[in-house]
């Protein structure tokens, strides 16, 4: 089992910005995707940002050159640094922890943003 404690959302202005992390504790793999995804409201939940435990990256087209995603693997944590934000990024957030064959969720962080 894996659990993920997400923490940094909020409410923020059109043009702020907020940074998001999460923490994975429990059976950590050393070859794993940690990553942000999304859901707004009456929407499907949806891919923010991944990245392996390698360093490779995976953006959605709609956050390319505003939210960054980083990762440290020494501490297992990812964050996700989000700037730019605009309404349509109103969504609860969800960390993601996969490894082959498992799936990890965790709570979600709702992220509101005023226009």
């Known amino acids: 089992q894996v659990q993920l404690r997400e923490s940094g959302g909020g409410l923020v202005q059109a043009g702020g910005s907020l940074r998001l992390s999460c923490t994975a504790s429990g059976s950590i793999f050393s070859i794993s995707a940690m990553g942000w995804y999304r859901q707004g409201p009456g929407k499907k939940r949806e891919l923010v940002a991944a990245?392996?435990?390698?360093?490779?990256?995976n953006y959605a087209d709609f956050v390319k050159g505003r939210f960054t995603i980083s990762r440290d693997n020494a501490k297992n944590t990812v964050s996700l640094q989000m700037n730019s934000l605009m309404p349509e990024d109103t969504a609860v957030y969800y960390c993601?922890?996969?490894?082959?064959?498992?799936?990890?969720w965790g709570q979600g962080t709702q992220v509101t943003v005023s226009s």
């Open positions: 990245v392996t435990s390698g360093g490779r990256t």
């Open positions: 993601n922890y996969a490894r082959p064959g498992y799936d990890y």
